[in-house]
């Protein structure tokens, strides 16, 4: 039997520090109300670094992590809403600025849940014997997307990115994974592209809308709790596991309310969930990996230990991907 194990994690944030207080200057906010409703203390804001620089910063220390010569690496899938262009994918830059030639590479797009995606796929191919070391990055430079006059949004997102090798195996690694998606919801969150503007339109559309994130906070909030719980549900059913028999939850780094308000309905201490959006803010499909990357540098997995990672995000998306820790 094949499965697919993690065998490194690399992860880049930009070098410049956001903190609340910086907000409070440009939109009507404070520290005190960001702390309170979202647990966020600062995040980090690119200046000048694309996407597809620090995926591949992230990736480069996670192949550095693995111990593997970065020949190796037979696929790049890469999870982001921030691509730098529509064309050539942020995949392509990224195996074109680690030097890598003739591998598949591409990007998806499913909100935060990308990472999430982006491991199941990538599961997919080393367990069908297609790819046997394939990067997973998340990356994203939301700050270019965020309307920094909007309070409801602007105080929420960071920039960074986080990656993962995985490797064939013949010792389990990730045990299942599931993803779903819901497009009826997507106007609770939304990034729009270019509007639809050509000579041949009867009516000339110049009012399409700014390429910047709009979300309804409450309708997400309600989502995100509710769908978080199902997909670690899920994951449990699809591999006959209690929540007892998990070490710990790597949760979308969104809001500590929503990662809360989830413990306490699955009566899961807090410990057991590792978070970091107090310093990175809500970093989309970076966060997981981010955060993963942080509690393995930490030395906080153990051998043996199972973790589940939980996303859920604009389209509206969700996933889970259940691992055995085996580094
Ligand atoms: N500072 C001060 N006041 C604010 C701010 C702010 N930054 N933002 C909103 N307010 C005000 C509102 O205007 C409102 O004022 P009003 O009562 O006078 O109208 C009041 O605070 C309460 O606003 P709510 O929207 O009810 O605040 P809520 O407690 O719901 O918190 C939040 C808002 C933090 C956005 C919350 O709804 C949330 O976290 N939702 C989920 C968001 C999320 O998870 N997004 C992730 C997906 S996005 C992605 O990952 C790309």
Known sequence: MVYSKIIG???YVPARIVKNDELSKM???????????TGIKERRISIGERTYQIAAKAATEAIKNAGIDKKDIDMIILATITPDFFMPSTANLVQAELGLEDIPSFDIAAGCTGFVYGLQIADQFIKSKQSKTILVIGAEVLSKVTDWSDRNTCVLFGDGAGAVVLKS???EGIICTYTGSQGDLQESLTLPAVPLKNPFLQVQNNNGKPNHISMCGKEV????TRIMIKSISQVLNKSNLLIDDIDYIIPHQANIRIIDHVARELK???????????????????????ALDEAHKKKIFCPGNRVIMVAFGGGLTWGAALSNWTM
Not at 27 to 37: A, F, K, L
Not at 221 to 224: D, K, L, P
Not at 270 to 290: C, E, M, V, W
């Open 221 to 224: 909030f309600q989502f995100a």
């Open 9 to 11: 994690t690399g992860a």
């Open 169 to 171: 195996s013949n010792q």
């Open 27 to 37: 939109v009507e906010t404070n520290d005190e109300w960001i702390t309170s409703r």
């Open 268 to 290: 899961v201490e807090r410990q057991r969930f590792i978070i970091n959006l107090d310093r990175f803010g809500n970093t989309s499909s970076a966060s997981i990996p981010l």
